[in-house]
């Protein structure tokens, strides 16, 4: 079938008043040959063991916000299917990771987060120094002191990108800038380290954790599952790129209809159903165009960057890009780090399995917001946790995006019961829409088969 004329994301570029960064300009094309996917990978235990083994152990994770840690002594506990890892920020102010398990008989040195002079464990008191050298323990004429001595709490990798903490447990594997691709020079300029945490919302589904994270590198859904956007979600007008096997991205444009319902719309009512009422009216006022001159995305930028004066400079306003103040620009590190770019309140996501559970999982999502840089950082917010049967709505702080992610968190469980009832076992995917998903399954797969 013939795909219909309609702007693309870079024509939409074309319209902007400002230089375009190039983070934006580039237009990948991708080409990831359009295999079928197999249903074992969402519902196979054994699949999911081997991800336990061969993924989990080899790829970089985000454990958390560096602000978790900012004092010596400050640690914070990250866990992720059978693993634990105990991030601590030592005397000298270094972030170390470790393996959070005692090296006595095994119990979990520290859970959650919190501050200690030393990592001491609850059981029987054997203790460690902040940096991981073992320190003390009861009744110490009872082992060889040569080995007590040389009893160091082993280390993962850790690094910081963008604000976040991120760990891996390989301490053989690429260093995360090398990994992450051109991550961090397309962030450079919308710098998430900048950036307070102005809600987390921690929610378990009863889906693989995989099947959480890929509808949210597609917007094919949208038309079918989120008609309330449609008139300010170009998502048919969506870029989609990767970036060697562990980055990819979408770039979906909003403030325009999409498309295929444009006609419905008008330029008003695309506009305020970002802005909220009166939006057009204070569009006109802000650039002195007028209301048949004026774009949605131009009238929708200029209000944003009017917001963004609160913690923007002038000069730094005045480069902004109407993309900058309202795209979906959302980007995947494999395999479940998925930060936004762009000005605006970045969302960010992460996917995990609830502890061994192949069906279940945790889906975080975060929103950094910015403040001006002469005032200190406001606190991060404190984390909202909402269980297997609690509504996204429930948490109020999230606004109009709590009935957005109940219709997406509504689909999960029954992707996850479709998957396992398939006769088929297996799935199609949209050759361009959906080429992310088998982006990341070929990705997948490298590690999967990877020989020890
Ligand atoms: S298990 Fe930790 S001190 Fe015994
Ligand atoms: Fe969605």
Redesign the pocket.
């Known amino acids: 079938m013939n795909k219909p004329e309609f702007l693309s994301y870079q024509d939409l570029l074309g319209q902007e008043a400002v230089a375009v960064p190039a983070a934006l300009k580039i237009d990948t094309r991708p080409e990831v040959a359009n295999q079928i996917i197999a249903t074992d990978v969402w519902t196979d235990p054994a699949l999911f063991e081997r991800e336990v083994d061969r993924l989990w152990t080899k790829v970089w994770q985000m454990a958390c916000r560096e602000t978790a840690l900012s004092k010596p002594g400050d640690y914070y506990v990250y866990d992720i299917a059978r693993y634990s890892v105990l991030l601590v920020r030592t005397d000298k102010g270094e972030l170390k990771g470790f393996h959070n398990s005692?090296?006595?008989?095994?119990?979990a040195?520290k859970s959650g987060k919190g501050s200690s002079r030393e990592l001491?464990?609850?059981?029987?008191?054997?203790?460690w120094h902040l940096d991981g050298r073992f320190k003390e323990?009861y009744c110490d004429w009872e082992f060889d002191e040569a080995d007590l001595a040389e009893l160091s709490l082993p280390e993962v990798q850790v690094t910081t990108w963008g604000g976040w903490i991120m760990v891996n447990l390989d301490l053989e594997a690429p260093a995360f800038k090398d990994y992450s691709s051109v991550l961090s020079e397309h962030f450079t300029r919308w710098a998430p380290e900048r950036r307070y945490v102005s809600l987390h919302v921690e929610k378990k589904i009863r889906c693989n954790w995989k099947i959480a994270m890929e509808a949210f590198i597609e917007s094919y859904h949208a038309i079918q599952t989120h008609p309330q956007i449609l008139s300010f979600t170009g998502g048919d007008n969506s870029q989609y790129d990767t970036f060697g096997e562990h980055l990819s991205r979408t770039i979906t444009a909003q403030g325009i209809p999409n498309p295929g319902q444009a006609d419905r719309f008008s330029v008003q009512e695309s506009v305020e159903a970002m802005t909220g009422p009166g939006g057009f009216e204070l569009a006109l006022t802000l650039t002195g165009l007028t209301a048949d001159e004026i774009t949605s995305r131009q009238a929708i930028g200029a209000v944003r960057r009017a917001e963004f004066a609160d913690f923007m400079d002038s000069d730094q306003l005045a480069t902004v890009t109407d993309a900058e103040t309202m795209d979906s620009i959302l980007y995947l590190v494999f395999p479940n780090f998925a930060p936004w770019g762009g000005f605006q309140s970045q969302i960010t996501y992460r996917y995990r399995p609830d502890g061994m559970n192949p069906d279940r999982c945790i889906m975080d999502i975060y929103l950094l917001d910015g403040y001006p840089s002469d005032q200190p950082r406001p606190p991060d917010a404190k984390t909202i946790r909402l269980d297997y049967d609690q509504k996204y709505a429930e948490a109020e702080e999230l606004g109009m995006l709590g009935a957005l992610f109940d219709q997406d968190a509504n689909n999960l469980p029954e992707v996850q019961k479709g998957l396992m009832a398939s006769k088929t076992r297996k799935v199609l995917t949209a050759s361009y829409q959906e080429l992310r998903i088998r982006h990341f399954h070929e990705t997948l797969a490298r590690y999967l088969q990877a020989e020890d």
């Open positions: 005692c090296l006595h008989r095994g119990r040195l001491r464990c609850p059981y029987h008191g054997f203790c323990a």
